[in-house]
């Protein structure tokens, strides 16, 4: 099984998982900060991640994967949808993005209130 690595600004986390996951599915099973508004159907650019390591072994990218891509923030050519990412048998290395972190804690306003009692979010520049 494939390992991967989510990483951020507020914490790395990793997980083994079956090839044929999507990065989104793998982010949801090891506790990743990836936003995702759209429930995961391509329908936001909320999602999207920065492949570090292991991009040629990913899913190949659809037209509609990139359409939305397209209206992503600080789209970069490593850059993927983790919706629509799925995994083969190589180990991946993910950034998460400041767009896909920001979406989360919109989406978990609970988390986003302790971290801000904790003086972590939202992030210093």
């Not at 508004?37 to 994967?65: F, M, N, P, Y």
């Not at 992503?72 to 799925?86: H, K, M, N």
């Not at 986003?112 to 210093?124: C, M, S, T």
Request: proline letters at 5%; glycine letters at 8%.
């Amino acid at each position: 099984m494939p390992k991967v690595t989510f990483k951020s600004p507020l914490a790395e986390v990793s997980a083994d998982v079956p090839a044929g996951t999507t990065l989104l599915d793998a982010a949801e099973q090891c506790g990743a900060q990836v936003g995702h508004s759209c429930g995961g159907v391509c329908g936001c650019s909320t999602c999207h991640i920065w492949v570090r390591k292991g991009l040629d072994s990913l899913s190949e990218q659809t037209d509609a994967e990139a359409d939305r891509l397209d209206m992503g923030f600080d789209v970069r050519p490593y850059s993927r949808l983790s919706c629509q990412t799925e995994l083969s048998q190589e180990d991946v290395v993910v950034e998460i993005t400041e767009e896909s972190l920001t979406a989360f804690m919109d989406e978990n306003p609970v988390i986003r209130r302790g971290l801000e009692a904790q003086g972590k979010w939202p992030l210093k520049k």
